[in-house]
């Protein structure tokens, strides 16, 4: 979602004469950050990215409870990592041949 309204913006700017201008894009950015941290921050802290939470885990800056409530989530990201590098790979390994 965030990926998807920012890049919208900025691609509607350029399309339309820049109708958007740089703050409306800041802004959009900036309300999908609000929405998704209202939306699902009580299930991970707002950490969006696993590697966040693993990193402030091992830091002892986020305590190493709420890291292990979230082990599925983390685990499917990190499945998903997996997939998309086999995707990447093979989508190379076509263009190539």
């Not at 802004?27 to 999908?32: E, I, L, M, P």
């Not at 950490?47 to 939470?53: D, E, G, I, M, R």
Request: aromatic content about 12%; overall charge positive; charged content about 10%.
């Amino acid at each position: 979602m965030m990926i998807f309204a920012g890049c919208a913006a900025v691609i509607v700017n350029l399309n339309n004469d820049h109708v958007v201008t740089l703050p409306g894009i800041a802004f959009t950015w900036g309300f999908t950050v609000m929405v998704l941290i209202y939306s699902v921050g009580h299930i991970s802290g707002a950490h969006f990215n696993p590697a966040v939470t693993i990193a402030f885990a091992s830091t002892r800056r986020f305590p190493f409870k709420q890291v292990h409530s979230n082990t599925s989530y983390i685990c499917i990201w990190l499945s998903k990592i997996k997939l998309e590098g086999i995707l990447i790979i093979k989508t190379c390994m076509w263009i190539i041949s």
